[in-house]
Nanobody
């Protein structure tokens, strides 16, 4: 069974940087998209970025473009979200989301990570 495990969250000062990771395990990945989303306290969940399995396509939220970068390491089955120049409003729980196919299973599969908390505070 495919699982997504996030790590890298924590406390960071405004203007600082963090790199989050989303590690996939339990299945051999085939073709997919992995997205990063976040939910701040009292706010609705919003998209942050997406990346294709090949790494050839990426997308970024308008409010974050220029401050974030998403990339993957196929050898580690891991997708990363690098965030720079963090702001107070970036404080949120960040989730990774898998949508695609795995080897040996029919049809598309959708899996959510458990979320990791990023707190931006001075």
């Amino acid at each position: 069974q495919l699982q997504l495990v996030e790590s890298g969250g924590g406390l960071v000062e405004p203007g600082g940087s963090l790199t989050l990771s989303c590690a996939a395990s339990g299945a051999t990945l085939d073709r997919y998209y992995i997205g990063w989303l976040r939910q701040a306290p009292g706010k609705e969940r919003e998209g942050v970025s997406c990346i294709s399995s090949s790494g050839g396509w990426t997308g970024y939220a308008d409010s974050l473009e220029g401050r974030i970068n998403v990339f993957r390491d196929k050898a580690k089955n891991t997708v990363y979200l690098q965030m720079n120049k963090l702001k107070l409003e970036d404080t949120a729980v960040y989730y990774c989301h898998f949508l695609g196919e795995v080897v040996g299973r029919l049809g598309h599969l959708e899996v959510w990570g458990q979320g990791t908390l990023v707190t931006v505070s001075s």
